[in-house]
């Protein structure tokens, strides 16, 4: 049972805010405190927290679509399956990203070398064909 309003810094998206009738001031209550009745802190009158027009979250309206409830589990489960092997995935994906990052500077360093070099091979056979040619 919630026996209390919420002070305006704790209040979030999902709490019921409404004004006293009595004083106007205005009020905070979580959503599961919808229907008690609670002393005002403004004015001490009893207030009634209003039930907000829409108590079901979106979130349940769309679980209800997927029928009945061993049919929503299982679809829970193999979603939870697939998360799982995505986040498996994820970790071993970034962590080739980082062995390839070390690698990369040790590559780049090779490549050129071995761009120089094949410079060089390319020049001898350059020579090597205007040799022949003459
Ligand atoms: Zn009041």
């Known amino acids: 049972m919630i026996e209390e309003f919420k002070q305006k810094k704790d209040i979030t998206e999902s709490d019921i805010v409404f004004d006293c009738p ?5 009020l905070a209550m979580d959503r599961r405190g919808a229907g008690s009745t609670i002393d005002c802190p403004g004015c001490s009158e009893p ?3 209003p039930t907000p027009p829409d108590p079901v979250p979106d979130t349940y309206k769309d679980l209800t679509e997927y029928g009945d409830m061993e049919d929503l589990q299982q679809s829970l489960l193999s979603s939870r399956e697939k998360v799982d092997a995505l986040t498996a995935q994820i970790a071993e994906l970034s ?4 062995d390839f990052e070390a690698q990369r500077d040790k590559n780049s360093a090779t490549i050129s070398k071995l761009r120089s070099e094949f410079g060089s091979i390319q020049d001898a056979l350059d020579n090597i064909y205007k040799v022949l040619q003459e």
């Open 22 to 26: 009595n004083c106007s001031k205005s």
């Open 47 to 49: 207030v009634r927290v």
């Open 95 to 98: 962590k080739k990203q980082e």
